[in-house]
């Protein structure tokens, strides 16, 4: 199995900035697409932004130029840099990975979640 842990979320001032991380960590084969997913009270969980194995990305347009999705493939871990944080970026901030824990399995896991809470 395949666990993932977040890191990083808290309480900021809007205009701030957070860094989130996500560590995998079990019996990991592969990892293929990790991203970052968002879940505010009352609403549907929703994509922030993904990042395949080699590197490429995709952004949500509400977060595009405030965030920075990065990952490092040694440590089996994905970061999102969250700038200029606005009020409607308040969520729990859940890390998502398609990883194979053995070669031909592929499957799809979700960390625990970190609350982001931005306010004055």
């Known amino acids: 199995q395949v666990q993932l842990v977040e890191s990083g979320g808290g309480l900021v001032q809007p205009g701030g900035s957070l860094r989130l991380s996500c560590a995998a960590s079990?019996?990991?084969?592969?990892?293929?697409?990790m991203g970052w997913y968002r879940q505010a009270p009352g609403k549907q969980r929703e994509l922030v932004a993904d990042?395949?194995?080699?590197?490429?990305?995709n952004y949500a347009d509400s977060v595009k130029g405030r965030f920075t999705i990065s990952r490092d493939n040694a440590k089996n871990t994905v970061y999102l840099q969250m700038n200029s944080l606005k009020p409607e970026d308040t969520a729990v901030y859940y890390c998502?990975?398609?990883?194979?824990?053995?070669?031909?399995?592929?499957?799809?896991?979700w960390g625990q979640g970190t609350q982001v809470t931005v306010s004055s």
């Open positions: 998502n990975a398609d990883a194979s824990p053995t070669i031909a399995t592929l499957r799809n896991y």
């Open positions: 079990g019996s990991i084969f592969s990892i293929e697409t």
């Open positions: 990042i395949s194995r080699g590197a490429r990305t």
